[in-house]
């Protein structure tokens, strides 16, 4: 596969937020490769998952895990249904990575309504691709909340 423009990039994480949107869970973890993981950082500053406590830090088989329980129909969290729209924007390609992987910088907002209570997430996402034969893969999802340091409610959904 050729290396993916800025456009292509662009039209995956657009697509990506789309999955999210539709709580189509399975799909979107589809997206990473096997050896993929999802992580938000619970500080700006944050430089590795490893040795700091995160907010989300998810390989595979966690994604699935928390994708299983949002659907579990006793899942006390998700009770109520959770809708989410997200739009992505600011899009660049910041170089690449190990291997040839392409380092993707985007902007976010996130609204999500549960229960009649609303709230807006922002901020910053690192994706880490690889291009196969199948098309873009992520390796690492790295989401920046622009609050990350401050007090949250639990936080159900992927971001």
Known sequence: MSTPGRAEVEQFLIEE???????AWEAWIALFTVDGWYWVPASPAQSDPFDHVSLFF?????MLM???RLRHPRAHGVAAPIRTSRVVGNVQLVGGGDGGDILARSRFHMTEVQDNRQRVLAGTCIHRLAATDEGLRIRVKRVDLVNADTP???MQVFI
């Not at 937020?17 to 709580?23: S, T």
């Not at 998810?58 to 966690?62: H, S, T, V, Y």
């Open 58 to 62: 998810e390989n595979r088989p966690l």
């Open 17 to 23: 937020a789309a999955l999210l949107d539709r709580g």
């Open 152 to 154: 949250h409610e639990a």
């Open 66 to 68: 928390r994708a299983e």
